[in-house]
């Protein structure tokens, strides 16, 4: 469109100068660029929050506060969650283990998927659309209505006062919440299999023990500490760079939410492939 | 004008010289120079985007300029690192357009924030000052009010809790963004009583930050204008109303707030 480049009066030839290359990788990369500036500017804010971190004054009840936002009020819902994820993944793995009469085999298959995948996965995902949408909001409105302008004059860093202890909070928190949602999975899987399937406990529970490994839930709760921090910066980066009015929390919120389901989603793949390196063993 | 730069001058409070910041390619101070007057009030006039809250956030050290000089007290704050700083700041109270309070605390803890921050005081000296400040400023009388949180105050009374928060480490100078922007002619006489009264009774330096004609003339001492990034005007309400600038005149005129006698 804005091709028209007045050095040029010779239109009629193809030429290819090096501001025509430049501009082609220019389009090709341009979008690429910016990703990774957005990357590097997470990064940076990651940096500067475990910085501060360690840095006077410690505020415990900004810590607290965060803990209790994330963890204790994210509990009903991921109970819910978990509880149905289980039972979810126990009838459909009935289903499938009835063609080999091996329905025995349902507890194992619970465990493991719920400990590696679906206890870390949904988890993140449930707290970014509760908490990681939340965050983003409070921070980009105090940053339209000048309280965090306010923060500086008082000499107090917000990085050190707003984002450090949402991802220490997000940190501590999320391995927590998977574990709950881990147990509610399997009291799920009981209800479905024991109590409506009938199957044999004792084969199960047998079966269970054996296989499941205590390496599957570090793995799971390896994966949950990194998808937390993926939330929070998601959110706090959004939330703090907000400018303008209303409309920019808004669109700063949705930034966040999708930014953040879609790190998790991606990271997801990425640390199973690290996994499988470390644990070789525990791939497939 | 010249007389005591680099040392503490009885008149003058601040003092910036040749004050230049660009972003990116666009100049928005180029060269101000500009005294405030201790124990006074001082008014900066301009229109928008002439660069009057980065002239302010200047005066606090939150940003730092090109070039230039601003003395405090005869102290020039550019270029001091961050502990040194954070005690210039000290000297200063920030009264924001829209109060600024933080949503999550109530109204105590509001004022109390920068007590908190800054020192180890203990509770009780902490709360004495705190209600020291809500008597002072007429906020004692609503009930229940230390307990409330800034979304169940009106927009006055958010105003002065913000007052209040930025009186609490008695400043000597107080800045004023737009204080009576988005108010009504009541709410903004109100106002600028708050500023009057607070002057008197504190003893602060104010700076306001203003595009309120009326206001500006009925409560300044020394009025300024900064137009597209220097001072083209500046002095007493009389003495800038006897020499207009044509350009401080197309500012003031429309606002129907002050008339140039002198002119057809």
């Known amino acids: 469109m804005s091709d028209t480049a007045p050095t040029q009066p010779s239109s009629g030839a193809q030429e290819f100068s090096p501001a025509h290359v430049g501009r082609l990788a220019g389009r090709l990369f341009g979008p690429l660029l910016g990703a990774v500036a957005i990357f590097g500017q997470h990064m940076l804010l990651l940096v500067r929050a475990f910085t501060w971190l360690f840095r006077r004054?410690?505020?415990?009840?900004?810590?607290?506060?965060?803990?209790?936002?994330?963890?204790?009020?994210?509990?009903?819902?991921?109970?819910?969650?978990?509880?149905?994820?289980?039972?979810?993944?126990?009838?459909?793995?009935?289903?499938?283990?009835?063609?080999?009469?091996?329905?025995?085999?349902?507890?194992?298959?619970?465990?493991?998927?719920?400990?590696?995948?679906?206890?870390?996965?949904?988890?993140?995902?449930?707290?970014?659309?509760?908490?990681?949408?939340?965050?983003?909001t409070e921070l980009g409105s105090m940053r339209i209505t000048e309280q965090i302008d306010a923060l500086t004059t008082f000499a107090v860093n917000p990085v050190h006062y707003l984002v450090t202890p949402r991802v220490v909070a997000s940190i501590l928190m999320l391995p927590v919440m998977t574990m709950v949602f881990n147990a509610l999975g399997l009291l799920g899987g009981y209800v479905i299999s024991i109590l409506v399937y009938q199957i044999d406990l004792g084969q199960v529970l047998e079966l269970f023990r054996h296989w499941v490994d205590p390496v599957d839930y570090v793995q799971g709760l390896i994966k949950a500490v990194i998808f937390g921090i993926a939330m929070a910066l998601a959110a706090c980066y959004q939330g703090f760079n907000v400018r303008g009015g209303a409309k920019e929390v808004g669109r700063a919120t949705t930034a966040a939410v999708v930014s953040s389901s879609v790190s998790v989603l991606i990271l997801d793949y990425f640390l199973i492939e690290i996994m499988n390196v470390i644990w070789p063993s525990h791939g497939m | 004008m010249t007389n005591g730069i680099g040392t503490r001058d009885e008149r003058w409070q601040i003092q910036i010289r040749g004050l230049r910041k660009s972003f990116g390619s666009q100049q928005v101070l180029r060269g101000v120079d500009l005294d405030f007057e201790r124990g006074k009030t001082n008014i900066v006039i301009g229109g928008s985007g002439q660069g009057k809250s980065v002239l302010m956030k200047h005066l606090m050290g939150l940003l730092q300029p090109d070039s230039g000089h601003i003395y405090v007290d005869g102290e020039d704050i550019v270029g001091l690192d961050e502990v040194?700083?954070?005690?210039?700041?000290?000297?200063?109270?920030?009264?924001?357009?829209?109060?600024?309070?933080?949503?999550?605390?109530?109204?105590?803890?509001?004022?109390?924030?920068?007590?908190?921050?800054?020192?180890?005081?203990?509770?009780?000296?902490?709360?004495?000052?705190?209600?020291?400040?809500?008597?002072?400023?007429?906020?004692?009388?609503?009930?229940?009010?230390?307990?409330?949180?800034?979304?169940?105050?009106?927009?006055?009374?958010?105003?002065?809790?913000?007052?209040?928060?930025?009186?609490?480490?008695?400043?000597?100078?107080?800045?004023?963004?737009?204080?009576?922007?988005?108010?009504?002619?009541i709410a903004t006489k109100n106002v600028d009583e708050m500023i009057r009264r607070t002057a008197d009774d504190f003893g602060v330096t104010s700076v306001v930050i203003s595009h309120d004609m009326a206001s500006t003339f009925r409560i300044g001492d020394r009025v300024a204008m900064l137009y597209d990034g220097t001072i083209i005007a500046c002095g007493t309400p009389a003495e800038l109303l006897a020499a207009p600038d044509p350009r401080l005149r197309e500012f003031v005129e429309p606002s129907g707030a002050v008339k140039f006698e002198a002119l057809s």
Do not use: C, H
Not at chain 1, 81 to 108: C, E, K
Not at chain 1, 115 to 122: D, I, K, M, T, Y
Not at chain 2, 103 to 118: G, K, M, Q, T, Y
Not at chain 2, 136 to 162: Q, Y
């Open chain 2, 84 to 185: 040194a700083i954070a005690k210039v700041q000290r000297k200063f109270g920030m009264v924001f357009q829209y109060a600024a309070l933080f949503d999550s605390l109530n109204v105590v803890e509001n004022i109390a924030f920068p007590l908190i921050e800054r020192y180890r005081l203990p509770r009780s000296e902490i709360l004495e000052r705190v209600r020291d400040l809500l008597r002072r400023l007429d906020l004692d009388n609503v009930p229940g009010v230390e307990e409330k949180f800034p979304a169940e105050l009106s927009g006055g009374m958010r105003k002065r809790v913000g007052l209040a928060r930025a009186l609490v480490d008695r400043p000597q100078i107080l800045l004023y963004d737009e204080p009576t922007t988005g108010l009504d002619p």
């Open chain 1, 57 to 136: 004054p410690f505020r415990m009840r900004l810590f607290l506060e965060q803990m209790e936002f994330i963890g204790v009020g994210s509990l009903p819902i991921i109970m819910l969650v978990g509880f149905f994820s289980g039972a979810v993944t126990a009838l459909q793995g009935i289903t499938a283990l009835a063609m080999f009469d091996q329905q025995r085999w349902v507890g194992y298959a619970v465990g493991v998927s719920l400990a590696r995948e679906l206890a870390p996965v949904f988890t993140a995902l449930m707290i970014t659309a509760r908490a990681g949408s939340a965050m983003a």
